[in-house]
């Protein structure tokens, strides 16, 4: 595609409840990662995927966290029994490859906005 | 540990006024260094890589420089429509792909 999507672009749930959230990245982009940018903070890593496996899950910040990819391309981010301190926006972006030859800039989706009340 | 830390957090300029961004970063060995463009309601949009001391690029009215210990981005006679917030990353060799991000500069232009 033009550039990575996600979905929902807005999510308002319910303390307790599970979300999960979407990210398609840009077409042929082996590399896959997820943010979170809260309010007043800067944007914080989650985790990153290579392929379909995520050597680097060191950023999520609790064990309701887990993410996925399948088939090299989509993946979801999904929190279990939400709190309000997971709302935030929650970005994903997607490059190319590892190593300078390939490109490692990442380019971002418009995130999706994420309210637990 | 890896920081990044970005001045001044605003920044109001009249359309025309150039000026500069500054980020100071500490990294135990330097990947490369990234600044994007974020406007509100929006993902951050890549403006510049830089890998090595001494790097400079240039886009329109933005021009991104790096030393061992900063980078500068230096926004010559802005517009209106360069204000936004402007965010700096570094990769190092520690943290592996993840980006470190400053908190960002906001920057408004009135014309």
Not at chain 2, 10 to 17: D, I, V, Y
Not at chain 2, 67 to 86: C, G, M, N, Q, V
Request: charge should be neutral; charged fraction near 20%.
């Amino acid at each position: 595609g033009a550039g990575v999507s996600q979905s929902p672009s807005n999510k308002v749930t319910e303390k307790g409840k599970d979300v999960e959230l979407r990210c398609d990245p840009i077409s042929g982009h082996t590399a896959l990662y997820w943010y979170r940018q809260s309010l007043g903070q800067g944007l914080e890593f989650l985790i990153y995927f290579q392929g379909n496996s995520a050597p680097d899950k060191s950023g999520l910040p609790s064990d309701r966290f887990s993410a996925e990819r399948t088939g090299g391309s989509v993946s979801t981010l999904t929190i279990q029994r939400t709190q309000q301190e997971d709302s935030a926006v929650y970005l994903c972006a997607s490059s190319r490859g590892f190593d300078r030859a390939s490109s490692y800039e990442q380019y971002f989706g418009p995130g999706t906005r994420l309210t637990v009340t | 540990e890896d920081q990044v830390t970005q001045s001044p957090e605003a920044l109001r300029l009249q359309e025309g006024e150039s000026s500069s961004l500054n980020c100071s970063y500490t990294v135990s060995g330097l990947r490369g260094l990234f600044w994007y463009r974020q406007d509100p309601g929006k993902g951050p949009e890549f403006l510049f890589t830089l890998y090595s001391a001494g790097e400079e690029k240039e886009k329109e009215r933005l021009k991104a420089t790096l030393t061992k210990k900063e980078s500068f981005l230096h926004i010559t006679a802005p517009k209106p429509e360069d204000s936004a917030t402007y965010l700096c990353a570094v990769q190092s060799n520690q943290a592996g792909t993840a980006l470190i991000f400053g908190k960002g500069t906001t920057l408004s232009v009135s014309s």
